[in-house]
């Protein structure tokens, strides 16, 4: 328990004090110690020390910002008791700050404590990743300015320039989220991006690669019966590709490659057919999709300078007894 007359020992706590800065992001060490648990048995402890300690026994820079603190009418000797067992160090702070209006700003390896409104107000551009979200092969891609409106909508408490007219900002720039807002709300929406992730990636099939089969489905209806039989040259140019685009956005959405990569499942459109290396599962309900197309089963062959040839479906590790040299193909 640290009670109300100080550290003692050296009498030099970890605690300075700074004007405003321009906020940046946390260092790995200064995440590493706001992540990390702590027991605090605070009573009567001066505000001041309270700080020092957890300077001290975090092995971390805490500043005090006297400006921020003036304008709360907050005073550094304020006594405090707090008592908390084994909680995340960044929840403990908070605990401290909210209940006196105050609020923490991030510079590096250093942590400035300062008014609640200028923490709201001290920014700092933050480069997320989102490539398995909007990149390729994933289950099915989100649109960026989805992405930006799901971020928005799921993090209500915090402002953007580009609805509220004032606050942060967030643009997408290829496969990366370009941020730019508080420490509070650049955390808020790391754990939204995490959580979003590990959402799309739980909808993902699991395959075999062992288990994969290349199979080519011919196709020569149109997808609207209503309108009638089409040209045969129209189908087999328009009709794979539309078929190709239902399918791998409805069956299994996440496990296909668009590269074609080698034991995975993929799906192509070549003329009148649709190509598709997957394991029995998914050709199951291909098959069952594809029936009103009238599909025929197309012997394939599958190796260098491809084509047709051959009987049956094909590993998708390769050739077989059942495969035959063909002439140019598909493949």
């Not at 605990?95 to 923490?119: F, P, Y």
């Not at 099915?140 to 942060?168: C, M």
């Not at 997957?278 to 050709?283: E, I, L, N, P, T």
Request: net charge negative; charged share 20%.
């Amino acid at each position: 328990m640290l009670g109300g007359g100080g550290l003692g020992g050296d009498g030099s706590p970890p605690v300075t004090s700074v004007g405003g800065r321009a906020a940046s992001p946390p260092s790995e060490k200064l995440k590493v110690a706001l992540e990390s648990n702590i027991s605090l048995d605070f009573v009567d402890t001066t505000f001041e020390d309270c700080m020092a300690y957890l300077g001290e026994t975090l092995s971390i820079s805490i500043s005090i910002d006297e400006t921020g603190l003036e304008e709360t009418g907050f005073a550094r000797d304020t006594p405090i008791t707090l008592a908390i067992e084994n909680v995340p160090v960044e929840q403990a702070i908070h605990m401290l700050l909210e209940r006196n209006e105050l609020g923490m700003v991030c510079h590096g390896d250093v942590l400035e404590i300062t008014s609640a409104e200028e923490a709201e107000e001290s920014f700092f551009i933050q480069m997320y990743d989102i490539s398995p979200l909007v990149g390729a092969g994933t289950a099915g891609p989100i649109a960026p300015e989805d992405l930006t409106d799901l971020l928005i909508e799921g993090i209500p408490e915090s402002l953007w320039i580009q609805y509220d007219g004032n606050g942060g900002n967030l643009r997408v720039v290829g496969e990366v989220l370009v941020v730019t807002h508080n420490f509070e709300t650049q955390k808020a929406v790391g754990e939204f991006l995490e959580q979003l992730q590990k959402l799309r990636k739980s909808q993902q099939r699991s395959f075999d690669p062992e288990a994969l089969t290349l199979t080519a489905y011919k196709v020569s209806q149109p997808i609207d019966p209503n309108f009638g039989p089409v040209p045969e040259g129209a189908a087999k140019k328009d009709l794979p590709t539309e078929l190709v685009s239902i399918i791998s956005t409805s069956i299994s959405p996440g496990i296909w490659s668009e590269e074609k990569v080698q034991g995975e499942p993929a799906i192509w459109a070549v003329p009148g057919a649709v190509v598709v290396r997957a394991d029995g599962a998914v050709h199951a309900e291909i098959r069952k999709f594809l029936k009103p197309f009238q599909q025929e089963l197309l012997p394939m062959y599958h190796g260098f300078g491809g084509g047709f040839g051959g009987l049956g479906t094909v590993p998708a590790g390769g050739g077989g007894p059942n495969v035959q040299p063909g002439g140019q193909g598909f493949f």
